[in-house]
């Protein structure tokens, strides 16, 4: 009976939209805390700094724990892939940042527990969940972008090498020139280059400009927002389906013996 109460009493806890505010404001302290390690600072404030660190990963285990024990089966808790993720993020804390040969792994997992931040805010969940299911559609949107590169980047190469062979020297520098024209980074430059030997080569850039910077970003957009739409509306779905009372239940299983005793006689 007192570990009933006793795990009720963690439900709570992690159940608390404060306590949840506080992991929160922990992890973006915990991003600071990364932050002032890569300034030079004192050794004094180094070591408060480390103690800061040391004291978060505490708070980290304690907060884990908590949301284990307040779990009702505790093999649920491992079959969510977002707490196997901050398990892992964690226990990898606890190798020391010092005299161990882990410790550049312990700093560079001390950097991903920003990461947290996805598990703990339901709409930043909704967001990675969104894109992640994007994917098979932009995979295509992607690979036909890449035909239009290379077609136009083979194009460059055979027309604008003579031009300026450090541009368009090859394929694959052709593409990165192209991929700097997509992002407009001083675009204008290469073009005036090629139409001083080639008027018309304008015709050239537009026309990639259009396909790539217009076209298929704007499909890649679209294709996210309409995702994240419908995750939105499941979310908004799931939080507004009505859950049963303990009355009703009691009701429905009344019933349902009710009907056994009917279909025995």
Not at 250 to 257: S, T, V
Request: charged letters at 20%; zero cysteines; proline letters at 3%.
């Amino acid at each position: 009976m007192n570990t009933d109460k006793l795990q009720q009493t963690f439900l709570r806890v992690r159940s608390n939209k404060l306590f949840e505010l506080f992991v929160v404001i922990i992890i973006i302290f915990s991003a600071l805390v990364i932050g002032a390690k890569t300034y030079d600072i004192s050794p004094t404030t180094l070591r408060i700094v480390g103690w800061l660190d040391l004291m978060i990963t505490v708070f980290f285990v304690v907060e884990i724990t908590i949301r284990f024990l307040g779990e009702e089966n505790k093999k649920n808790f491992f079959r969510n892939g977002w707490n196997i993720f901050d398990t892992l993020i964690v226990l990898v804390s606890l190798i020391p940042i010092s005299n161990s040969d882990m410790a550049f792994i312990g700093r560079l997992v001390r950097i991903f527990r920003v990461l947290r931040m996805i598990s703990i805010i339901p709409e930043l969940r909704i967001l990675l969940n969104s894109l992640l299911k994007a994917m098979p559609q932009l995979g295509y949107v992607l690979l036909l972008m890449f035909i239009i590169f290379y077609i136009y980047a083979a194009f460059g190469t055979m027309f604008f090498e003579n031009i300026n062979p450090k541009l368009w020297g090859d394929i694959t520098i052709a593409m990165l020139t192209l991929f700097r024209v997509m992002t407009f980074e001083d675009w204008t430059d290469v073009m005036y280059e090629t139409m001083e030997v080639y008027p018309f080569s304008w015709a050239f850039f537009l026309s990639f400009i259009f396909l790539t910077a217009f076209a298929f970003l704007n499909m890649v957009i679209g294709i996210v927002v309409n995702v994240l739409e419908k995750e939105n509306a499941l979310a908004q779905l799931e939080q507004e389906e009505p859950q049963p009372t303990l009355a009703e239940l009691q009701q429905e299983i009344l019933e349902l013996k009710k009907m056994i005793r009917e279909l025995k006689s």
